[in-house]
């Protein structure tokens, strides 16, 4: 009965993604790509890349840009961002013709113990309310940017936000449907429902909606800087907020608090360097998975073919593997980030690799014995400057926590910790939890070539991988590479949580467009396949045609999102 299922499930995938007879020959994109001289903005929100557009004319850099548009998101898509979240960012810079990464996670409170946890009848942090919440990172990121990137003052930088938070804007449709998932779920908790509901619903479509208790924040922020919200009265108010209801977070938390340059990591695909931040992210799966893949002909293999789907299955079981043993705060157990991204390595593990049977268990490498919802956006200037950015409240509209009066909602990214000691992702004081968010880069000889980024939990690596393909392997443009049917496996070792290891080879979600042949013979070799509803992530992106001297934008055809440019 379940292989029937599963075979009626493959028949509805089948149905084509998008009409084969148009005239530019990409089947697969939803729209032609946005083309600019001057410079571009993709955001998950309409208003938002408006809002990124206005700060660029008005003579501000793509990090002011970003900025602008990360605040706006806050506002308008408060169902994947925020001020109570996290940012990671990869910038590059004409200046110095080099990329910089910032790493903008918070950590756990200090007063809040793995033992503490234990004592009181957990065994895994809860996914809402006050004990998985972390330090939110964002505000930081926000102002490390634009010390060393912005051009325009803070206050002009976040001045539309404002005004649009105490004006009103009509909420999108896309973020109406999750806005109106999350309420149930989240109302029981403090401050909620007095902020982010109309009479206990959710905004509809199309609903103007208003957070004056946000524009007030962000209006101390932009007049008295970072520590309004890290040492002032904004940073007292949540902990005296946390203290009242049962959580840990504390302004002292809030004080300590600092963000990190980093420095990004690449691997070469076929003549690209592709780029990602280092853990405690887990960009750097998308670049293990490039690396198993490299050996292997797609281009002749073609974009949903048999090998294709099954190779990028596998390959993906071993990275996320990997990801599960490896990838956590370095300052509390460093990973041989060099070693796990390179090419001896993805050797050694790819001889796993077989291409008749899908693999129901593997186990992670050891490369240490060799070595002695969320929101993306993209923004480009005239100056050549180019941003990757990603910001979070993780499961959406974070932890539920709202301060009083303040307009916004705590992440619960701490969720991610576990609670076994001789885990890489224990819990601890002070400690930077994993993380799902990642921003992406692609250079060519040199050259910035595509900033991009695919949110979405667990598919992020996976669909950075998958837009590398679609550009360099099926020469797919810029808005087919992002439109193209997507491949999310799902049932890997987890790095957080106390979910089990892989043993049964988890399942393969393969989005509407791939043929029914091609279902059957992955069944045939062991995959389980299964229609899915919404995993399959959102992407932005940004390239430079050096040749013709333009920017090129593109914008997820499942999200709300809008490229455009000047």
Not at 41 to 68: E, F
Not at 249 to 255: G, I, Q, V, Y
Not at 406 to 432: C, M, S, W
């Amino acid at each position: 009965m379940r292989h029937c299922l599963v075979l009626v499930a493959a028949v509805l995938l089948s149905l084509p993604a998008a009409a084969a007879d148009r005239i530019t020959g990409h089947m697969f994109a939803t729209r032609s790509e946005v083309i600019a001289p001057t410079a571009m903005a993709a955001t998950s929100h309409p208003l938002a890349t408006q809002i990124a557009l206005d700060i660029l004319k008005a003579g501000g850099s793509a990090v002011d840009a970003a900025i602008a548009a990360n605040a706006a998101l806050g506002l308008m898509e408060p169902t994947g961002s925020g001020i109570g979240g996290d940012l990671f960012a990869i910038v590059w810079d004409p200046q110095t013709q080099r990329l910089h990464g910032y790493n903008g996670s918070g950590r756990s409170p200090r007063s809040l113990t793995r033992e503490w946890f234990i004592e009181n009848g957990h065994d895994a942090i809860p996914s809402h309310g006050p004990l998985p919440v972390t330090v939110p990172g964002a505000v930081d990121g926000w102002f490390a940017l634009h010390d060393r990137f912005g051009r325009l003052p803070m206050r002009q930088v976040l001045a539309p936000t404002i005004r649009y938070a105490r004006e009103g804007h009509p909420v999108h449709e896309t973020i109406a449907h999750y806005w109106a998932r999350s309420v149930p779920r989240l109302s029981a908790f403090p401050g909620f429902s007095a902020q982010f509901t109309i009479d206990g619903r959710a905004p509809r479509k199309g609903k103007l909606w208003r957070n004056p208790n946000l524009a007030n924040t962000l209006e101390t922020i932009a007049r008295r800087g970072r520590d309004a919200f890290y040492k002032g009265e904004i940073a007292q108010r949540i902990g005296a907020f946390f203290a009242a209801h049962g959580g840990f977070l504390s302004a002292e938390d809030l004080a300590a608090h600092e963000g990190e340059w980093v420095d990004p990591v690449s691997t070469n695909y076929r003549g690209h360097d592709v780029w990602e931040l280092p853990p405690n992210g887990q960009g750097i799966a998308a670049l293990q998975i490039l690396n198993l893949l490299e050996p292997y002909d797609l281009r002749s293999f073609g974009f949903g073919s048999v090998e294709h789907l099954h190779l990028f299955t596998e390959a993906k079981k071993l990275a996320f593997e990997d990801r599960a043993r490896w990838y956590a705060d370095p300052a509390f157990h460093p990973a041989p980030v060099e070693r796990l991204v390179s090419k001896e390595y993805a050797r050694e593990r790819g001889a796993l690799i077989s291409m008749d049977r899908a693999a129901r268990s593997v186990e992670a490498g050891n490369p240490a014995l060799q070595q002695g919802d969320t929101i993306y956006l993209a923004t480009a200037d005239t100056s050549g400057m180019m941003v990757s950015l990603i910001q979070s409240n993780y499961r959406g509209m974070g932890s539920g926590m709202a301060p009083d009066g303040l307009g916004f909602i705590l992440q619960d990214r701490g969720e991610q910790f576990v609670l076994r000691a001789d885990h890489p992702n224990t819990y601890a004081p002070g400690k930077r939890p994993f993380h799902t968010i990642i921003p992406g880069f692609i250079t060519r000889d040199g050259k910035p070539w595509v900033s991009f980024g695919v949110m979405g939990g667990a598919m992020q690596p996976q669909g950075h991988a998958q837009i590398v393909i679609n550009l360099v392997d099926f020469d797919m443009n810029l808005q087919e590479a992002g439109d193209a049917p997507r491949i999310h496996h799902d049932g890997s070792t987890e790095p957080a949580g106390q979910a089990l290891a892989m043993n049964d080879g988890g399942v393969l979600e393969l989005e509407s467009g791939f043929r029914p042949e091609v279902i059957r013979e992955l069944m045939r070799k062991g995959h389980v396949v299964r229609s899915a509803d919404g995993p399959f992530g959102g992407y932005q992106a940004i390239a430079r045609d050096h040749e013709n001297g333009v920017w090129i934008g593109a914008s997820e055809s499942r999200k709300d999102g809008h490229a455009a440019g000047w």
